[in-house]
């Protein structure tokens, strides 16, 4: 699985992003995407998840701020990013959550993309 993200960049407090992740490869495998995180100096973190279910979680820290949904392009998923603060800025990285089952076991894989800087100035 192969996940490629765009539009992170650069605004004010108080302003709106929208990122998207684009999956391709076997996309048929995925069962859940995701938007997670890391500042400087910080473990990376989620930010806000939707499967297949569909169920979708949201860190406490961007409930009712952030958005997650499926996009009109197959296996894509936007993140719609309002009231964005300083504290928002950070890498965000795109997850992709692979569940292959067989007759023996289940495994499971992360698969990410390379990261979108986001940075929010005060």
């Known amino acids: 699985v192969q996940l490629v993200e765009s539009g992170g960049g650069l605004v004010q407090a108080g302003g709106t992003l929208r990122l998207s992740c684009a999956a391709s490869?076997?996309?048929?495998?995925?069962?859940?995407m995701g938007w997670y995180r890391q500042a400087p100096g910080k473990q990376r973190e989620l930010v806000a998840r939707?499967?297949?279910?569909?169920?979708?979680d949201y860190a406490e820290y961007v409930r009712g701020r952030f958005t997650i949904s499926r996009g009109n392009a197959e296996n894509t998923v936007l993140l719609q990013m309002n009231s964005l603060t300083p504290e928002d800025t950070a890498v965000y990285y795109c997850?992709?959550?692979?569940?292959?089952?067989?007759?023996?076991?289940?495994?499971?894989?992360?698969?990410w993309g390379q990261g979108t800087q986001v940075t929010v100035s005060s």
């Open positions: 939707i499967t297949n279910g569909p169920s979708i």
């Open positions: 490869g076997r996309v048929s495998d995925i069962d859940a």
């Open positions: 997850n992709a959550h692979v569940l292959v089952v067989t007759d023996e076991a289940n495994h499971e894989y992360d698969y």
